[in-house]
């Protein structure tokens, strides 16, 4: 995996370039001298983020509407307060 830098001034003048670039690993904007940003393909985002899905999408999969899901209800007690 190669890692490009380009400034904030290339990438505005040819973002094609860049996106090139990211293809074949990241590419580092920079402002004034410094790294800003780093550009990648949406599908390495994905595989450095991880896809994590949330409650409602994971029960519906295909395959779980047989499962039995009853959970124990919480009990929670009150307690005394002492405001004396």
Same mark, same amino acid.
């Given at each position: 995996m190669s890692v490009?830098? =380009?400034?904030?001034?290339? =990438?505005?003048?040819?973002?094609?370039r860049a996106k090139k670039a990211a293809q074949k690993g990241p590419v580092v904007i920079t402002d004034r001298g410094k790294p800003s940003h780093v550009l990648m393909t949406y599908s390495e985002f994905e595989r =450095?983020?991880?896809?994590?899905?949330?409650l409602v999408d994971a029960l519906s999969m295909?395959?779980?509407?047989?499962?039995?899901l009853d959970p124990p209800r919480a009990e929670i007690a009150s307690r005394e307060v002492d405001l004396s």
């Open positions: 490009t830098s =380009l400034s904030s001034r290339e =990438l505005n003048h040819d973002v094609g =450095l983020t991880g896809r994590r899905g949330n295909p395959g779980l509407s047989g499962i039995e």
